[in-house]
């Protein structure tokens, strides 16, 4: 059974920092590109970074590009996204994406975790 359950969300003062994790079961980690994505009350999913199976040349969104940072852990089939100097508008719901580097595989979602970021 395919899973990617994120964990790490919560309220954070502006300011603060985050660390999300999405640990992925049920597929081949190594054959994906893993991307973070959020959505905002009353917006569009909006991807944030993305991390290809090597994890080499990571790249974000302008509006994350030197507060948050990317990784993966291949030998824990786990995507992490540390997120920084955090702002009210970082608050969304943010969701972890497998994304098939080969022909002919599924993409998966996870369930989405819950950021708010508020004084």
């Known amino acids: 059974q395919v899973q990617l359950v994120e964990s790490g969300g919560g309220l954070v003062q502006p300011g603060g920092s985050l660390r999300l994790s999405c640990a992925a079961s049920g597929f081949t980690f190594l054959s994906y590109t893993m991307k973070w994505y959020r959505q905002a009350p009353g917006k569009e999913r909006e991807l944030v970074a993305t991390?290809?199976?090597?994890?080499?040349?990571?790249s974000y969104a302008d509006s994350v590009k030197g507060r948050f940072t990317i990784s993966r852990d291949n030998r824990k089939n786990t995507v992490y996204l540390q997120m920084n100097s955090l702002k009210p508008e970082d608050t969304a719901v943010y969701y972890c994406?497998?994304?098939?580097?080969?022909?002919?595989?599924?993409?998966?979602w996870g369930q989405g975790t819950q950021v708010t970021v508020s004084s």
């Open positions: 994406h497998a994304y098939p580097a080969l022909v002919g595989l599924k993409p998966y």
């Open positions: 991390i290809r199976s090597a994890g080499i040349s990571p």
